[in-house]
């Protein structure tokens, strides 16, 4: 079955860094756009950024430029590196993979992201 399987989520403090992981597995990772969700409770679910399978990339303005995504075909696995993290921050964070060819998305379960001191 087609799976999205995030890592890297924990507790870390204001300021520091913390790299988010996605692997893919049974799809045809170089095909799709990958993006990286988060939803605070209550809220829309906002996208913080996305990569083209290009390795175009996109974010959201609110991050001021603290996020970079990346991606590695290879691997099947795109990258959310975090750094200056702030208590905001705190969410969910799910990895999305879309095909632009038909209205097909896949996601992953989500990993947690704590900004605590």
């Known amino acids: 079955q087609v799976q999205l399987v995030e890592a890297g989520g924990c507790l870390v403090q204001p300021g520091g860094s913390l790299r988010l992981s996605c692997t893919a597995s049974?799809?045809?990772?170089?095909?799709?756009?990958m993006n990286w969700y988060r939803q605070a409770p209550g809220q829309q679910r906002e996208l913080v950024a996305s990569?083209?399978?290009?390795?175009?990339?996109k974010y959201a303005d609110s991050l001021e430029g603290r996020f970079t995504i990346s991606r590695d075909n290879a691997k099947k696995s795109v990258y959310l590196q975090m750094n200056s993290l702030k208590p905001e921050d705190t969410v969910v964070y799910s990895c999305?993979?879309?095909?632009?060819?038909?209205?097909?998305?896949?996601w992953g379960q989500g990993t947690q992201v704590t900004v605590s001191s």
């Open positions: 990569v083209t399978p290009g390795s175009i990339t």
């Open positions: 049974r799809i045809t990772f170089s095909e799709y756009d």
């Open positions: 999305n993979a879309r095909w632009r060819v038909t209205p097909l998305d896949f």
